[in-house]
Structures are given as structure tokens and as C-alpha cells.
């Protein structure tokens, strides 16, 4: 009895150490990291992971390999504090708005370093073709997100995220230099909105635009995403109702 109380107190313990790391490190790691950074056994670190995989806390990228917070962690202490763009109500009803009219997954999301983080999720009761959660972070260079949040940088500011992400080079299905970043930049400053093509997942991508202001001293982005084949047939509406989204917050 004494010794299953104790067990159950050190996987306790870990679990709190493990959800410090990622409060401490702000990006994805792999189980190989994560035994390295906390000196948990191998093992008993897979187990811990794969119990918070299925209550949903954690979130695994079975391509890359690596594993980062949900947003329901973020949740667990919500009532202390939030940093308010995931309840703004013109937020919430932009991302539901956009999901109701292109019966597609809307998304906002924010920036963290080299990340977009998605902090609030719509989508349709489907089969799910790729990890949306909130909490989730995807690349800043080739997410729809990530580039649309890009855009509100200056030169210099852009230069050194851009930088900085081509060194971590962590979950990159492809290169993406500062010269391509530009385009996409000048693309949605030119019409509105930037579309990634499989960015991130296969076959999958994303239409974003980013807000005109901060909200919270965050900028935010919209985004509408979903496999490419949808995307495209209805690319004319998901562009329309984007804009009128964005357009509320001038």
C-alpha cells in the first residue's frame, strides 16, 4: 500500500516537472529531449507522455516526433488568469463566424518566437485529418498562420525570427528562406491574405490574414484550413469571408 502511494506521488511529481520544462523551454521536444532535459527514465517518460496524449494535455506530432502542451493545461488555471485573446468575444465570433461559413476549421493564433500558437479552434465534427488543438504551435515560416503574423513585423524584426527559425529548423516538412517570406508577405499586403500549401502536413494547408491591431499586446491571426482539395474548391469564398473577418477589427 505504502509503495503504490509512493509510486503514485513520483509519477505526480513528474508530471508537474515535465509540464515545467515545456513552461520553461516554450517549444516542442521529442521523448529523447524531454530524458535529457528532466532525467526521467526513458520508460517511465514514454508512459508519463502517453497517459497525457490520451487525456488530451499533451499533444504528439507522430511525424517529427516531438510533443508540446494543449491548451486544456492552459485551461487548468484559467480562472487565475488569461491572456485574453483566446476569450475576446470579437475573436470568438470571427473564428466561429469563419467556421459556420466555410464549414472548414477556423483558427487564431499568435506568435511565440519562431511558432504560431493556435489559441482558439472551430471546426466540424469530421474525421481529423491533422492535430488542431488549440496549444498546438506550427512553424512561423511555412504556416498559413505564421506567415500572416510575420507580416506585422519590420524589416529588421523579420530578418532575425526568420533567422532564428531557419537554425532551430524544428517541425519543417521544407525550407523557407527570408526571400520566399517576402513574397508571401507581399502577396497577402497585396491581396488581403497568404495561403500555405503543405507547410506543415502533407497535402493539407492553410488561409490566413493577420488583425490590423493587437489585441492584448498580441497580434492575432485568422485562418481558415483543411486538406488542400477542399481548400481549393472553395478558395473564392474562404478569401471572402476572411476579409470581412479582418475587416471588423479596422
Known amino acids: 500500500m505504502v509503495g503504490e502511494t509512493l509510486k503514485n506521488v513520483k509519477s505526480a511529481v513528474r508530471a508537474l516537472q515535465l509540464l515545467e520544462l515545456f513552461d520553461r523551454v516554450q517549444m516542442p521536444l521529442t521523448l529523447r529531449e524531454i530524458v535529457q532535459l528532466t532525467g526521467i527514465?526513458?520508460?517511465?517518460?514514454?508512459?508519463l507522455l502517453n497517459t497525457l496524449v490520451n487525456l488530451s494535455y499533451i499533444a504528439?506530432?507522430?511525424?517529427?516526433?516531438?510533443?508540446?502542451p494543449?491548451?486544456?493545461?492552459?485551461?487548468?488555471?484559467?480562472?487565475?488568469?488569461?491572456?485574453?485573446?483566446?476569450?475576446?468575444?470579437?475573436?470568438?465570433r470571427a473564428v466561429a463566424g469563419l467556421n459556420q461559413a466555410t464549414g472548414e476549421t477556423a483558427v487564431a493564433a499568435v506568435r511565440r518566437g519562431t511558432y504560431a500558437r493556435y489559441v482558439l479552434v472551430k471546426q466540424e465534427k469530421r474525421p481529423t485529418v491533422v492535430p488542431t488543438l488549440?496549444?498546438?504551435?506550427r512553424?512561423?515560416?511555412t504556416s498559413g498562420t505564421g506567415l500572416a503574423l510575420l507580416s506585422k513585423l519590420d524589416e529588421t524584426e523579420l530578418k532575425k525570427v526568420v533567422h532564428q527559425a531557419q537554425r532551430d529548423r524544428r517541425g519543417l516538412v521544407k525550407k523557407a528562406s527570408l526571400k520566399q517570406v517576402r513574397q508571401q508577405i507581399e502577396h497577402l499586403l497585396q491581396y488581403?491574405?497568404?495561403?500555405?500549401?503543405?507547410?506543415?502536413?502533407?497535402?493539407?494547408g492553410m488561409?490566413?490574414?493577420?488583425?490590423?491591431?493587437p489585441i492584448n499586446g498580441d497580434f492575432v491571426a485568422l485562418a481558415v484550413g483543411g486538406p488542400l482539395s477542399r481548400l481549393d474548391a472553395k478558395m473564392s469564398t474562404i478569401v471572402?469571408?476572411?476579409?470581412?473577418?479582418?475587416?471588423?477589427?479596422?
Do not use: M, N
Request: proline share 5%.
Open 41 to 47: 527514465p526513458q520508460s517511465s517518460a514514454a508512459v
Open 60 to 68: 504528439h506530432d507522430r511525424r517529427a516526433h516531438e510533443y508540446v
Open 70 to 92: 494543449t491548451a486544456q493545461v492552459a485551461h487548468l488555471g484559467k480562472w487565475i488568469g488569461d491572456d485574453g485573446v483566446a476569450s475576446d468575444p470579437f475573436v470568438v
Open 134 to 137: 488549440a496549444g498546438v504551435l
Open 139 to 141: 512553424p512561423i515560416c
Open 192 to 204: 488581403g491574405f497568404v495561403a500555405s500549401r503543405s507547410g506543415v502536413f502533407e497535402g493539407t
Open 207 to 213: 488561409v490566413a490574414a493577420a488583425l490590423p491591431t
Open 240 to 250: 471572402q469571408h476572411l476579409r470581412q473577418s479582418v475587416g471588423t477589427f479596422d
